[in-house]
């Protein structure tokens, strides 16, 4: 029987796959076979197939043969290539054999990385670790072991002379003690994370992915799944250039960032990016609508002729970010930052270029065609408004004019969702987003067009009806920043985190007092009250043993004492004493739904506006600091809070207008109304705070589960939550609330139930009293 190819060469080289274990000879002889056939081993390449055969040669019938099948094994199409450079082949299979002679455990994990590219996919890298691994096999062999576990994962974070680095730590670290510098090698240890962030100075998304999320839900009230880019298809990410890119309900950032020079400025990079997206979807850009079957790019809504593209990015970008500064203005600098970074790295060489740099950093003469984009920015209310605007005369026009526009395709911002990625997402945006942005265009054309002259979108105009005005309104609520807080579940004994949306509503002044009982006595009597109890600015504390004067009638009845008993006790200094109160309290109102039913003649929001007013007007007159606001809501992402009355605003007409105008409606989710009043008194600096709930109900809202008392323990743990921050809650409650309940609900009996209702305006100043004094 002939002899095969691989036993000829076998043989030539004093290679017998006799010697090899009689399981394994067929896939050694096909492997070999294979190879010959490539060209990977041969007469053509003399060094390498000479040193392959010698490792071969360690084939003895025992476990050494499973160490060769596994290096066989590594030959795959990513390793080929180091058939080619004989130098790096032989470094390599020689230091394989090294550490398989010293385990065989060692060997094997050794190949499979070489198969898994863990040694490094190019000359360079490979290059790399087998220097560094025969430095550190100087120092430890279970070291050196070590570093071959962990190479792999040091190359996805650090570049050669990093990883230099971060070797010279670990053998530093390993002369410390073994266990330690052995799991920093491997990268297992928490300090290997420590040691690349402080040479990379890098920030990962694992790190920020909860705090971005919860920011998006705050800035859009909507939940947006943060996830890294590797989730798309990585040659389209590759063709574009894509550094961010947002999908309705996805946005897709770099699994890190190491663009600035400490963690601190890449971390920001992180919030600006999400800032960014989460303006693209609050003002309706393509990404709100991004993965929608009709809209996979931009090119599906203007057309995919260059010109139309490059035009719809320059308005869209320019409009968002124009609109992020005005919504956010903290974020101004960071966008600042973003441009100049963005344009030194794509320059001005391109007409699109050229345009988007004077739209977005305009100076104090633009252009015709940037005013021009600007204008359209103005006007537009969302990206379909804008690709109706692009077919404008004046706007077209730039096209035109701007040389170049139309030449080459715009490259993407490096802080904006790429509005050109093709995009698919599992759940795309419905029908009826796509409809209603289609008609929130027409009626801002429709609108134009009847008042002849172009408005700012989302602003009310003097001729404005009272119905647009509340579309607008109701527009812009829909997009406004929330505030979001975690929901306690008693069954779970756990937290539902970021699970309450709160938005903050603005208060409108009633210009009169209609349907709200006149109290200017009750008023009266109160505010005699609390001034009656108004402590002295400042008196003297008398009789002591020391201070910053001699009171003269004391030491006279010193010096006569002294006469009688030879050491009376020396007490005739006194010094001034200024009392002050160190107070401030937040009264919320509970203005739900059921606070418009009526109790003989009266709503129940009328008397809690009555009892407000003469509790300010004591306040007011104590000198006490003291907010007033109410809360309802529909829904846990719909929770309201209204403020009537701030802290450092003045008890005017304006505050009481305002209290005059609150409206009852919708339902009763204490919980995190009480939370919210926390956050804004924990930066009240008085020593005593405290909050007075008024309501005339239980804890209702949808998603409540009546049957339990999941609303009542949310309660008690807000009650908790606070206190632990200095912060004492007390409810005043109607008798729809039972005794058992309330007692769950506020923490030591912080309560009192109102048989009726009508007693609240003066319970509530004598309550208040009985607590401070």
């Known amino acids: 029987m002939r002899e095969s190819q691989a036993e000829e060469w076998g043989g030539k080289h004093g290679f017998s796959f006799q010697s090899v274990c009689w399981g394994y000879r067929e896939i050694f002889t096909g492997i070999v076979d294979g190879l010959l056939a490539e060209g990977l081993i041969g007469e053509d390449k003399r060094e390498v197939t000479r040193e392959f055969f010698s490792l071969l040669k360690a084939a003895d019938q025992s476990c050494f043969d499973h160490v060769l099948k596994v290096f066989l094994g590594a030959i795959n199409s990513e390793t080929r290539w180091i058939f080619d450079l004989p130098g790096i082949f032989t470094d390599v299979v020689n230091l394989g054999r090294e550490f398989a002679e010293l385990k065989l455990y060692y060997g094997i994990t050794f190949f499979q990385a070489l198969g898994e590219g863990g040694l490094g996919r190019s000359p360079a890298e490979v290059r790399n670790f087998v220097n560094h691994a025969r430095r550190i096999r100087s120092v430890d062999e279970e070291l050196a072991f070590a570093f ?22 670990g053998i530093r670290l390993f002369g410390r003690g073994r266990a330690g510098g052995v799991g920093f090698m491997e990268g297992t240890a928490r300090s290997s994370e420590n040691i690349i962030r402080s040479i990379t100075r890098e920030c990962r998304l694992d790190d920020v992915r909860g705090s971005l999320a919860t920011m998006l839900k705050a800035l859009t009230g909507r ?21 961010v890119v947002c999908m309705y309900k996805w946005l897709y950032l770099s699994v890190s960032i190491r663009h600035f ?7 920001a990079w992180y919030y600006l990016l999400t800032v960014v997206a989460a303006g693209m979807l609050a003002e309706n850009s393509f990404a709100a609508i991004h993965g929608h079957p009709d809209f996979t790019t931009g090119a599906d809504l203007v057309g995919h002729s260059v010109f139309n593209t490059n035009l719809l990015q320059v308005v869209e970008y320019t409009r968002v970010l124009k609109r992020v500064r005005e919504r956010w203005p903290g974020c101004r600098k960071l966008l600042d930052t973003a441009l100049q970074t963005e344009f030194a790295r794509r320059g001005s060489d391109t007409g699109v270029d050229r345009l988007l740099h ?42 035109r004019e701007c040389a170049g526009l139309g030449e080459h395709e715009m490259m993407p911002l490096c802080f904006v969702p790429d509005m050109m990625f093709p995009g698919h997402v599992s759940h795309p945006p419905p029908d009826r987003l796509v409809a209603d942005l289609r008609e929130q265009a027409r009626r801002r054309r429709e609108e134009e067009s009847e008042s002849g002259e172009a408005g700012q979108a989302g602003t009310e105009s003097e001729e404005d009806s009272d119905d647009s005005a509340e579309q607008d309104e109701n527009a812009e609520q829909a997009v406004a920043a929330v505030f979001v807080y975690d ?54 504390e008398k009789w002591l ?46 203005v739900s739904g059921s606070t418009g039913d009526r109790s003989r003649g009266e709503t129940v929001l009328d008397i809690e506006k009555s009892a407000a007013l003469i509790f300010g007007e004591g306040l007011d007159s104590l000198g006490d600091r003291f907010a007033i606001c ?11 809070y209204f403020v009537y009355k701030d802290f450092d605003e003045s008890w005017g007409q304006q505050a009481i207008g305002r209290v005059l105008g609150a409206y009852s409606s919708s339902s009763t989710r204490i919980g995190v ?94 309550l208040y009293l009985r607590m401070t004094a």
């Open 630 to 640: 109410g809360f309802s809501g529909n829904g846990r992402e719909n929770c309201e």
């Open 223 to 243: 939940e947006i799944e943060v996830a890294d880019m590797s989730a798309l298809d990585s040659d389209d990410l590759i063709e574009r250039g894509s550094m």
């Open 673 to 766: 109304a009480l939370r919210h009043s926390g956050h804004r008194m924990a930066s009240v600096e008085n020593r005593q705070r405290l909050i007075i709930l008024v309501t005339d109900g239980k804890p209702m809202d949808s998603g409540y589960d009546p049957a339990t008392r999941y609303a009542q323990y949310d309660v008690r743990k807000a009650c908790e939550e606070n206190m632990r921050t200095g912060i004492n809650t007390f409810a005043i409650s109607t008798e729809e609330n039972a005794r058992a309940d309330m007692e769950i609900m506020f923490p030591g009996r912080r309560f009192v139930i109102l048989d009726n209702i009508r007693k609240l305006p003066m319970v509530l100043p004598q």
């Open 358 to 399: 004077e739209c977005l950093c305009p100076g104090d003469c633009p252009s015709p065609q940037a005013e021009t984009v600007l204008d359209a920015c103005e006007r537009s209310v969302n990206v379909f408004d804008t690709a109706s605007l692009l077919e404008d005369e004046e706007v077209e026009l730039v096209g």
């Open 487 to 540: 929901e306690w579940c008693h069954s779970d004994n756990d937290y539902y985190l970021d699970h309450c949306f709160l938005h903050e509503k603005e208060c409108r002044e009633s210009t009169r007092a209609g349907g709200v009982c006149s109290t200017p006595v009750e008023a009266r009597h109160v505010r005699e009250m609390f001034e009656r109890l108004k402590p002295e600015e400042a008196r003297k």
């Open 261 to 267: 020079d400490t963690e601190r400025e890449n971390r």
């Open 148 to 169: 071959v576990k962990g190479y792999g994962k040091l190359l996805d974070r650090l570049d050669a002379d990093e990883i230099g680095v971060y070797i010279n730590e």
């Open 545 to 590: 043993a020391d201070g910053d004067q001699i009171n003269l009638d004391v030491l006279v009845d010193y010096i006569v004492w002294r006469n009688v008993e030879p050491f009376p006790r020396i007490q005739f200094y006194e010094k001034p004493l200024v009392r002050r109160r160190d107070l401030a309290v937040l009264v919320l109102l509970d």
